[in-house]
């Protein structure tokens, strides 16, 4: 039955290029491998957990020590979250550095910006569910970056907290978000993303005649018709502009290569869940934060920015980024360079982008590393002991 769906939701035949491995890298499907450990994981977490203030941190520490291969279970899906924030940045890299958002996957690429920000909400919505102080303080933080925005910001907060503080309403609105809405939202684009990637032809590939192994007349090739996910592919087939000769079967050839890919994703984070515990604080504590209080991980760099401007930091900057992700593909036409790493003929575009993402790597080290207490200027290798405060 599983051979069965595999062999269904594939094409019958796949290009060549898009089965090396240094030029995917495999990041989509890591994604989503991680992605289904996750649903995985969390249902049979779903089994245990309960959303009230009153009994989340309890039901962690059944988990850690009293439900059999509880521990195990919420290391692998907490490292499995972190992970998967960390391959969708890369794999979104990925796409971007071989031009893979050009025509015809302009679409595709709008869905993979909004698959990274579904992404970065799933995580963030899960970090409250532990109830202890790590968590209680980074959704704090993490909303309080969110009501910066004008007008509407503090009704998005008021809206994801039910009230100005995070408390019980909180808890119960992020729990029915990371267990319902945002996975529902999630999978159905995820199910669009993959149908999109097969009805555009699959992975990009270089299609300048300096860059292809052979070329052929266009009337040798063929032009029947094939199924994307959902329904039958309309408009140009895939194989238009393919060479007979550089498709392979996707059984064995692509099939196999994607069942040891999960293989291998699933021990890695097997691995990392038994040796390494995820973090689990003392109970959640609104009178005494941390000194200081930090947003989660991926957010650091946001809270960096906004300790300058709150304005700037929090609303301008992400904005005016996601504005442009959405729109890259129909700002830059050019075809040329695409389906190869770093192309020199874009080479500016490429610098561009390498040296965003150098602020934001920059960014989120600082606010993780180099920031201590009241957001002073810290340095890592000095020891300083954080603060709590008591109001």
Not at 68 to 76: D, E, P, Q, T, Y
Not at 202 to 216: I, N, T
Not at 328 to 337: M, N, Q, S, V
Request: aromatic fraction near 12%.
């Amino acid at each position: 039955m599983v051979s069965s769906f595999l062999l269904h939701v594939q094409p019958a035949k796949v290009n060549r290029h898009s089965l090396r491995a240094s030029y995917s890298l495999g990041l989509g499907l890591v994604s989503l491998y991680l992605f289904l450990i996750l649903i995985g994981t969390g249902v049979l977490l779903m089994f245990y957990y309960v959303p009230s203030t009153e009994r989340a941190y309890n039901v962690m520490k059944d988990l850690q020590f009293v439900v059999s291969a509880g521990l195990v279970l919420r290391n692998m899906h907490r490292w499995a979250a972190h992970l998967m924030v960390l391959f969708v940045v890369l794999h979104l890299c990925r796409v971007y550095y071989t031009g893979a958002y050009k025509r015809p996957r302009e679409f595709n690429w709008v869905i993979g910006v909004g698959l990274f920000l579904l992404t970065l909400g799933l995580s963030f919505t899960g970090y409250l569910l532990p109830w202890d102080q790590l968590a209680f303080w980074a959704i704090t933080v993490g909303t309080s970056i969110a009501g910066y925005a004008p007008v509407l910001g503090p009704k998005l907060k008021y809206l994801l907290l039910g009230g100005n503080v995070v408390g019980q309403e909180a808890l119960i609105r992020f729990y029915a978000l990371h267990v319902i809405v945002l996975p529902a939202v999630a999978g159905l684009a995820v199910a669009v993303h993959l149908w999109r990637v097969r009805k555009d032809g699959g992975l990009s590939r270089p299609d300048e005649p300096a860059d292809l192994v052979q070329q052929v007349e266009l009337s040798q090739l063929p032009v029947n018709k094939t199924y994307g996910l959902m329904e039958l592919a309309r408009g140009r087939t895939p194989q238009v502009d393919q060479n007979p000769e550089d498709q392979v079967f996707s059984w064995p050839h692509l099939v196999f290569r994607e069942l040891l890919l999960f293989l291998l994703v699933t021990a890695m984070v097997l691995f990392l869940a038994i040796f390494w515990n995820a973090p689990l604080e003392e109970l959640a504590n609104p009178i005494h934060p941390p000194n200081p209080a930090k947003a989660p991980w991926y957010f650091l760099g946001l809270q960096e920015l906004v300790s300058y401007s709150a304005f700037w930091g929090g609303v301008v900057v992400p904005g005016l980024l996601v504005l442009a992700l959405v729109l890259l593909p129909y700002l830059d036409r050019g075809r040329r360079g695409v389906g190869r790493w770093f192309a020199r003929e874009r080479a500016v575009a490429n610098s561009v982008f390498s040296l965003c993402l150098l602020v934001a790597v920059v960014l989120t080290l600082i606010g993780s590393l180099f920031r201590g207490p009241n957001w002073g200027w810290v340095e890592p290798w000095k020891s300083t002991p954080a603060i709590t405060e008591e109001h």
